[in-house]
């Protein structure tokens, strides 16, 4: 990784986030000399921490919905898939079909010639008797192939039938999961205009000291990370493919977080890690939560780079881990891929995508 000692990439995650709080320019400090002109006293704390937990809450709501939108698009581009594949197969089988019936209609119409007379009978209006065995052979081997095109072409009817009922009920579930897709946006983006609107209230020492409050509640949540000793306990190398999705999420320092997106522009948490992955030559599941279901989960002590971190117990919110106690992450609206401490928020678990 090249990150140095061990414990020099927390430490530096630790020291950067303390600066940015105590030296931030909305800091309060006492006045002795009060004058008229002061800029108006910001609210308390309290008021701001409050105000702090309902656009925690409101971005959480937005990334459930966020997660919910991904997959109805995954699902989605799934079945649009396999209608595709059915519509090819009902075509395939359609010009399949068309050739027996020609097949069956020529058959007919040599019947027709020959007036359709069964062998015995031509045998008995025969002047030729050996020439009538003969054809008794020939007709005995057309009525085989006759009754063998019969049953192909019931076959494929049969065949062309469920494939028009499959593709119809894809189409049902397409149907629904655009709906799903489109109740998701609706939510996502009224959970993020909701706390738009809540920070354009603030005043601009407001939005600093609230800035200055989610960074402290993050300290402090990598600090008891940390003090827990987790850090001595893991030892683990990157793989050669982990190395590769670490080096890629780190390209993507500083773009903005967009939900929804997966690149290469702007990223949502599930799409920087998904396609870090599909980077390294491992695709995995697009969102967080089928990340969290079906990839391997590992203890704690024994992740590694390239691991991936699962947050809160909806499994809401993914970042890649990058070695000694920090994470790369996408966090959310109006903030960029970033690097933060593995454990600034409530860790549900993590999973290995190349276990």
């Given amino acids: 990784m090249g ?4 414990g020099v990439l927390s430490a530096a995650v630790t020291v950067v986030c303390a600066v940015t709080v105590l030296g931030a320019p909305g800091t309060a400090f006492a006045d002795p000399k009060p ?78 010639r020959t007036g359709g007379l069964p062998p015995t009978a031509r045998f008995l209006l025969s002047d030729d008797p050996g020439q009538v065995l003969d054809g008794a052979g020939l007709m005995l081997q057309s009525q085989r192939a006759t009754k063998s095109l019969m049953s192909e072409l019931t076959s494929t009817q049969t065949q062309l039938r469920a494939y028009a009922d499959d593709a119809a009920e894809q189409w049902k579930k397409l149907d629904a999961e655009r709906k799903a897709k489109a109740t998701a946006k609706k939510k996502v983006q009224q959970r993020i205009d909701a706390a738009k609107k809540l920070e354009s209230r603030l005043e601009k020492k ?18 008891d990370w940390l003090d ?15 190395e590769k999705a670490v080096a890629f999420a780190t390209a ?21 890690t998904s396609q870090a992955w599909a980077a390294a030559g491992h695709p995995i599941p697009r969102t967080s939560q089928e990340q969290w279901k079906q990839l ?20 809401s919110h993914v970042a890649i881990y ?7 992450q996408a966090p959310r ?22 276990a």
């Fill in 3 to 6: 990150w140095g000692k061990r």
């Fill in 35 to 112: 004058t008229p002109s002061a800029s108006p006293t910001p609210p308390a704390s309290k008021d701001l921490e409050k105000v702090r937990e309902t656009l925690d809450k409101l971005y959480h709501d937005a990334a459930v919905a966020t997660d919910a939108y991904n997959a109805a698009e995954e699902k989605a581009k799934q079945q649009s898939a396999t209608i595709v594949a059915l519509a090819k197969k009902i075509d395939a089988g359609q010009q399949k079909l068309a050739r027996y019936k020609d097949q069956a209609g020529a058959a007919a119409r040599e019947q027709y």
């Fill in 206 to 223: 407001e939005k600093e000291r609230l800035d200055q409050l989610e960074q402290q509640a993050a300290l402090k949540a990598q600090t």
């Fill in 228 to 242: 827990t000793g987790i850090l001595k306990k893991i030892h683990g190398k990157a793989s050669a493919q982990g």
């Fill in 252 to 272: 993507q320092l500083g773009k903005p977080y967009v939900w929804g997106a997966e690149g290469p522009g702007s990223f949502d948490c599930s799409g920087l």
């Fill in 296 to 315: 391997k989960h590992v203890d704690a002590k024994d992740m590694r780079p390239g691991d991936l971190v699962i947050y809160f117990d909806d499994a």
């Fill in 322 to 328: 990058i070695g000694d106690g920090a994470i790369i």
């Fill in 333 to 354: 609206p109006g903030r960029t891929v970033t690097i933060a401490g593995a454990g600034s928020m409530p860790i549900l678990g993590i999973v290995r995508p190349d």
